[in-house]
């Protein structure tokens, strides 16, 4: 019996045994194929149920997406919801990646490496704040992303961006050396020159 119920465990993850991980957790592979009714990521393998975004949230992750695509300069790309392989139990979802797209096949990639990975972009909701302020840029600088923006929302609903540029020496981010926090208009160099009209973000 016991045989029975380890093997079953090593199985990919199904709505039926995804919240009974293997001993060392559920991996990239085990979970490709689950499909739940709930927005989930994994996290060291654990899977992680995610709250439901709010309109200003998905406006936000749009706009900055849309902009950063107005800005683009080869060889980079930008994404939104798209997963990020920093390793096999931690495939992170930023609301937005910029990377470089030499020698990735969009045919067949299930994943961006990390490697490839210039900017992460996430979007702080009410129940995201641990996760966007400590967390993830602590799993995204440890992982050598150059490159990190919170986006969160200001008292007068308008959004303010914290921009963060990581320190190869420590390995860990630290404010941008002038004008960390982004109000009305961003405008940064890092990855590459970026002008953004805060305020038209949340124009409809």
């Not at 800005?71 to 495939?91: F, R």
Request: charged letters at 25%; hydrophobic letters at 40%.
């Amino acid at each position: 019996m016991g045989a029975v119920m380890i093997a079953e465990r090593l199985e990919k993850a199904t709505p039926e045994n995804w919240m009974f991980p293997p001993e060392k957790g559920w991996t990239v592979d085990l979970v490709e194929d689950l499909e739940l009714p709930v927005d989930w990521e994994l996290v060291d393998g654990m899977i992680v149920v995610r709250g439901r975004p709010v309109l200003w949230h998905n406006m936000m992750r749009a706009g900055i997406e849309r902009r950063l695509n107005d800005c683009l300069q080869e060889p980079y790309a930008v994404l939104s919801e798209q997963c990020v392989l920093i390793d096999k139990y931690n495939p992170p979802v930023p609301d937005v990646v910029v990377f470089d797209k030499r020698g990735i096949d969009i045919m067949e990639a299930k994943h961006i490496l990390v490697e490839k990975v210039v900017l992460m972009v996430e979007v702080v909701s009410p129940g995201s704040q641990q996760d966007d302020r400590v967390r993830k840029p602590a799993l995204y600088a440890s992982a050598g992303v150059p490159c990190y923006w919170r986006v969160e929302r200001g008292e007068d609903g308008l959004p303010q961006v914290h921009e963060y540029w990581l320190n190869t020496d420590t390995g860990v981010y630290i404010p941008r050396p002038v004008r960390p926090c982004h109000t009305s208009k961003l405008e940064t160099d890092q990855p590459f020159p970026v002008t953004i009209d805060l305020g038209s973000l949340v124009e409809l």
